[in-house]
């Protein structure tokens, strides 16, 4: 068990749809990232978040969005969702300073759009 | 970042090493080598890293070669829970930010 939480476990939606994923950094840490897992472009990196800031974008869709709260959960939105979003997405969290590379990941959210 | 070629997949004995090897030939002075694993669609979970000395931890050991242009992680006495898609990445150790993750090694260990 790593420490960091992610809910839901498993979402079923349809396309055009909007879900909203969250993530619970282990305690004490200011940083969350978002990864997204799909089966043909293997573990892509989306966005950071550092203590309510973004810090770091990746290839994250305009479709797609983020934000860190004050108590430092995370969550995901993703709208107009197509069947090409079908992935599992993980949420990993640490320290977030410099030299702080190690990032434990959270068991995923699993999103299927039909 | 630095690129990393690891082979795609390879098979091991139980109870025998696993030897998983990386090649990084770009890689920098300042990049550290690092090594994750993915069970089974599980959040990848960190086992170590280096830049240039040999690291052991509880879980594994770190070979980097004198050179830095490869290193070779070992799990020492491979069980059928390391059966995991392992990922070698090479990057900076002084700044924070994502992971490059590249395609890895499916390592099966057989009973």
């Known amino acids: 068990d790593s420490g960091v939480t992610q809910t839901p476990k498993h979402l079923i939606t349809a396309t055009g749809q909007r879900v909203t994923l969250r993530c619970s950094p282990r305690s004490g840490d200011l940083s969350v990232y978002w990864y997204q897992q799909s089966l043909d472009q293997g573990l892509q990196f989306l966005i950071q978040y550092y203590n309510g800031e973004e810090r770091a974008k990746g290839n994250i869709l305009e479709r797609f969005s983020a934000q860190q709260f004050p108590d430092l959960h995370s969550e995901l939105n993703l709208s107009s969702l197509e069947l090409g979003d079908s992935a599992l997405y993980f949420c990993?969290?640490?320290?977030?300073?410099?030299?702080?590379?190690?990032?434990?990941f959270g068991p995923g959210t699993r999103l299927l759009v039909l | 970042d630095a690129k990393t070629t690891q082979p795609p997949s390879m098979d091991c004995a139980e109870g025998r090493a696993a030897n998983l090897p990386c090649n990084h030939s770009t890689i920098s002075g300042n990049e550290y080598v690092y090594w994750y694993r993915q069970i089974h669609s599980q959040g990848p979970q960190y086992i170590i890293h280096?830049?240039?000395n040999n690291e052991t931890n509880e879980m594994a050991s770190l070979i980097i070669t004198e050179d830095r242009k490869s290193s070779t992680l070992i799990l020492p006495h491979a069980t059928l829970r390391d059966t995991a898609v392992y990922y070698c990445?090479?990057?900076?150790?002084?700044?924070?930010?994502?992971?490059?993750f590249g395609q890895g090694t499916e390592l099966s260990v057989k009973p």
């Open positions: 280096g830049l240039k």
């Open positions: 990445i090479v990057r900076p150790y002084n700044q924070g930010g994502k992971l490059i």
């Open positions: 990993a969290s640490n320290k977030g300073g410099a030299g702080q590379e190690t990032q434990y």
